[in-house]
């Protein structure tokens, strides 16, 4: 079969061909039918991921069709459309992940392949109004997104949220989540063409981050304060999140591409605000995360479709950071 392998760190990866699983007992045999990047992925080429292991096939995302199944695992499940949950070994959404947590795609072999063997206890059927690869964009970043918003900032739709760095996957389904819930949703991003965009899908509006003082420009047209603030980047503008913070605020991030900060004790113990961390989610989160998107019809962004053998200039793609939703993959 067909796979994107990474033979070492610091190289590009490669479509190679490469022997088809089979599932042991419990586990499933799954046909791909697309497959999605995350950021993850790209770290881990670059070798700013713990832990690499390889050679490995990446890819945390995937959508497809069950066709064989391991020992025990019922019947039911032959021939049924499905996407995967790319967390393995926690079921319930309990405070913190447990010390044998690991995610799909490294070191287990991952979605950037024709065909991959998981756990049955990783399979949800596939929401129907979903194409394979908008289905294939929601798994990790809408996990990453669903817990933070919902598990750690307990958001609701009566609280006003801002949501940082729109464009990319988990912020856009942080964005996205909010606003089904019917929340007052704004954003902030480099790029213009990506607050417009936000707000086409319903955000009541957005800032450059770029620009001077951009945070009091933003409690201008928000007219007032964010109960929650969600946040991927860290770095020196964290600090304006606590002035950007109602009375009582929760800001919840579960990432530092922009590095390490420093935050004023005064103004977080003055307007008793939370800063709360998160990382992925839960079997448990994850099925809640697609009801969600069910009940909601919510449509994953889909930024662009390559094929397996476009993989380096896909993983280039998303390393510029010009995308606005998910680069999928497209599998045949």
Not at 125 to 151: D, I, M, N, V, W
Not at 159 to 178: K, P
């Amino acid at each position: 079969m067909k796979a994107l392998v990474l033979q070492e760190v610091k190289q590009a990866i490669t479509c190679q061909d490469i022997s088809k699983p089979s599932p042991q007992a419990g586990q499933v045999l799954i046909q791909l039918k697309a497959a999605a990047i995350n950021h993850r992925d790209v770290y881990i080429t670059q070798g700013l991921y713990p832990g690499v292991v390889a050679p490995v096939t990446l890819g945390s995302d995937g959508a497809g069709q069950v066709v064989e199944l391991g020992a025990g695992v019922d019947a039911s499940w032959l021939n049924q459309m499905v996407i995967l949950n790319p967390s393995i070994g926690w079921e319930k959404a309990l405070e913190v992940q447990p010390k044998d947590y690991r995610i799909l795609g490294m070191p287990d072999n991952g979605c950037f392949a024709e065909y991959v063997v998981v756990d049955a206890s990783q399979l949800s059927l596939k929401p129907a109004h979903l194409s394979f690869e908008q289905a294939a964009a929601l798994p990790l970043a809408g996990l990453t997104a669903y817990r933070a918003l919902f598990s750690r900032a307990k958001a609701t739709s009566k609280d006003r949220i801002l949501i940082s760095g729109v464009g990319g996957g988990v912020a856009l389904f942080a964005c996205q989540f909010a606003i089904a819930l019917g929340a007052e949703v704004y954003v902030t991003s480099g790029s213009e063409e990506k607050i417009q965009a936000a707000i086409a899908l319903g955000a009541k509006g957005g800032v450059n981050y770029k620009e001077e003082n951009w945070h009091k420009t933003l409690l201008k047209k928000a007219n007032g304060g964010f109960d929650v603030v969600v946040d991927s980047a860290g770095g020196e503008g964290f600090k304006y999140f606590l002035d950007l913070a109602n009375m009582g605020g929760r800001i919840v991030f579960y990432g530092g591409t922009r590095g390490s900060f420093k935050v004023n004790p005064q103004k977080v113990f003055w307007k008793q605000l939370s800063l709360l961390g998160s990382t992925m989610g839960s079997t448990e989160e994850f099925e809640q995360m697609v009801s969600f998107v069910q009940e909601t019809k919510l449509m994953p962004v889909v930024d662009s479709k390559w094929e397996l053998s476009q993989g380096a200039e896909a993983f280039d793609y998303m390393d510029a950071g010009k995308q606005f939703g998910k680069i999928v993959f497209t599998i045949s």
